[in-house]
T-cell receptor
Framework: DAKTTQPTSMDCAEGRAANLPCNHSTISGNEYVYWYRQIHSQGPQYIIHGLKNNETNEMASLIITEDRKSSTLILPHATLRDTAVYYCIVRVAYGGDMRFGAGTRLTVKP | GAVVSQHPSWVICKSGTSVKIECRSLDFQATTMFWYRQFPKQSLMLMATSNEGSKATYEQGVEKDKFLINHASLTLSTLTVTSAHPEDSSFYIC?????????????FGPGTRLTVT
C-alpha cells in the first residue's frame, strides 16, 4: 500500500517557486518525511527531511502541516536543472528501508 | 555528504550469462545496503536488504537464487544477476546506511544500467 500520494506531474516557470505537495495521511508518530529527486538515469538525490517542524536547507524548504498528514516541498527559485522526478517518502527514524512511490515529475520551463 | 559508488555504470551481457554489480561506500562504513531496480518510466522497487555479514532479505517476488547478494565487508556489497535474460534489463541502484539506532541516513549510488541481449 502506498504511504504517500503525489500528483503525477507539475510544470513550473524558471525562476519561480515550485511547490510540490504530498499527502501522507497514515503517517505514524515515529515516521519522518523525506524528499528525494531523481534526474534522468541517475541515482536518487537527497533533498530534505523533517519530522514535524518546518525545515530549510540550501536546496529547499519543507512545510509539514500541524497534523502531519501532508507536506509541501518548496524550491524557491526553480531552474531548468531542477527538472526531475520528486519522491516524497515516509520512513521510520531508526533506518527502515526507503520505499518509493510514483513521485511527481516536475518540468521547469524557460 | 557520504558517497556511494557503483561499478560498472553500464553493462551489456548476453542472455544466459551472469553479471556482477558492485556497490561501495567510499567514506563511511555501511552496516546495511539496499538494492533497487527501476524499469523505464517506473519508480524504484526495493529488491533486497543486506546487513554486513548476514544473508540478504529479499522482497516478495524477487528470486534469491537469481539475484545473489553478498555484503562481506562494511564498504562493499555485490549483486550478481545469474543466467540473465532480456527481462532482467533494468537500472539497478544501491543505497547504503551506517550506524545503528537513531536517524540513519540512506545514501544512493549512481546506478548501473544492465542490458541483456
Amino acid at each position: 500500500d502506498a504511504k504517500t500520494t503525489q500528483p503525477t506531474s507539475m510544470d513550473c516557470a524558471e525562476g519561480r517557486a515550485a511547490n510540490l505537495p504530498c499527502n501522507h495521511s497514515t503517517i505514524s508518530g515515529n515516521e519522518y518525511v523525506y524528499w528525494y529527486r531523481q534526474i534522468h538515469s541517475q541515482g536518487p538525490q537527497y533533498i530534505i527531511h523533517g519530522l514535524k517542524n518546518n525545515e530549510t536547507n540550501e536546496m529547499a524548504s519543507l512545510i509539514i502541516t500541524e497534523d502531519r498528514k501532508s507536506s509541501t516541498l518548496i524550491l524557491p527559485h526553480a531552474t531548468l536543472r531542477d527538472t526531475a522526478v520528486y519522491y516524497c517518502i515516509v520512513r521510520v527514524a531508526y533506518g527502515g528501508d526507503m520505499r518509493f512511490g510514483a513521485g511527481t515529475r516536475l518540468t521547469v520551463k524557460p | 555528504g557520504a558517497v556511494v559508488s557503483q561499478h560498472p555504470s553500464w553493462v551489456i551481457c548476453k542472455s544466459g550469462t551472469s553479471v556482477k554489480i558492485e556497490c561501495r561506500s567510499l567514506d563511511f562504513q555501511a552496516t546495511t545496503m539496499f538494492w533497487y531496480r527501476q524499469f523505464p518510466k517506473q519508480s524504484l522497487m526495493l529488491m533486497a536488504t543486506s546487513n554486513e555479514g548476514s544473508k540478504a532479505t529479499y522482497e516478495q517476488g524477487v528470486e534469491k537464487d537469481k539475484f545473489l547478494i553478498n555484503h562481506a565487508s562494511l564498504t562493499l556489497s555485490t549483486l550478481t544477476v545469474t543466467s540473465a535474460h532480456p527481462e532482467d534489463s533494468s537500472f539497478y541502484i544501491c543505497s547504503a546506511t551506517s550506524g545503528t539506532g537513531g536517524l540513519r541516513e540512506q545514501y544512493f549510488g549512481p546506478g548501473t544500467r544492465l542490458t541483456v541481449t
